[in-house]
T-cell receptor, first 112, second 114 residues
Framework: AQSVTQLGSHVSVSEGALVLLRCNYSSSVPPYLFWYVQYPNQGLQLLLKYTTGATLVKGINGFEAEFKKSETSFHLTKPSAHMSDAAEYFCAVSEGDDKIIFGKGTRLHILP | GAVVSQHPSRVICKSGTSVKIECRSLDFQATTMFWYRQFPKQSLMLMATSNEGSKATYEQGVEKDKFLINHASLTLSTLTVTSAHPEDSSFYIC??????????FGPGTRLTVT
């Protein structure tokens, strides 16, 4: 069965600093991996996804993630944090079918 | 493209009544839609998968008689919470699939049962 573990329910970084949100997955087949962002009382917005091909995936708002099969990881990074990045971030995995399994989420706080 | 809407965005209802939430794909046809529930400060939990023209598939532990799902057209799925109770208060989010493994999420509906 597929699963997702997000390390750290809360992460705080200073404005301008590197953002690193960690995600490890478990899947019995080559996975599809996603990062979503959720602002308060809103739905989910897709930041980026990995399906096949290049393991470094670039997304919106300057975010990127790297699929590392050997480490079963898909960490999300952004070189320089902005105040508007403060939100909840969800890592998710799918085995190519319709079912998407979400991690528990990481709340990103940006310190001025 | 790939916009999903939900209506209403917020609803307050009295205990024992039923409430219907609509999920629409605005610019594409969605043969499959999904309903999720999100408790405060928690992740999304898949409730059911809705396929156009057929019965919904519910996840384990979700009461199908309480959460009625109808997917009558390729652009509309509805979730009806029947005989709502305060513990049903939650944030309900739908998503629609345009292509395999790509879901687009609606903005969510905040349900409060008093």
């Amino acid at each position: 069965a597929q699963s997702v573990t997000q390390l750290g329910s809360h992460v705080s970084v200073s404005e301008g600093a590197l953002v690193l949100l960690r995600c490890n997955y478990s899947s019995s087949v080559p996975p599809y991996l996603f990062w979503y962002v959720q602002y308060p009382n809103q739905g989910l917005q897709l930041l980026l996804k990995y399906t096949t091909g290049a393991t470094l995936v670039k997304g919106i708002n300057g975010f990127e993630a790297e699929f590392k099969k050997s480490e079963t990881s898909f960490h999300l990074t952004k070189p320089s944090a902005h105040m508007s990045d403060a939100a909840e971030y969800f890592c998710a995995v799918s085995e190519g079918d319709d079912k998407i399994i979400f991690g528990k989420g990481t709340r990103l706080h940006i310190l001025p | 493209g790939a916009v999903v809407s939900q209506h209403p965005s917020r609803v307050i209802c009295k205990s024992g009544t039923s409430v219907k939430i609509e999920c629409r794909s605005l610019d594409f046809q969605a043969t499959t839609m999904f309903w999720y529930r999100q408790f405060p400060k928690q992740s999304l939990m898949l409730m059911a998968t809705s396929n156009e023209g057929s019965k919904a598939t519910y996840e384990q532990g979700v009461e199908k008689d309480k959460f009625l799902i109808n997917h009558a057209s390729l652009t509309l799925s509805t979730l009806t919470v029947t005989s709502a109770h305060p513990e049903d208060s939650s944030f309900y989010i739908c998503s629609a699939r345009e292509i395999p493994a790509e879901q687009y999420f609606g903005p969510g509906t905040r349900l409060t049962v008093t």
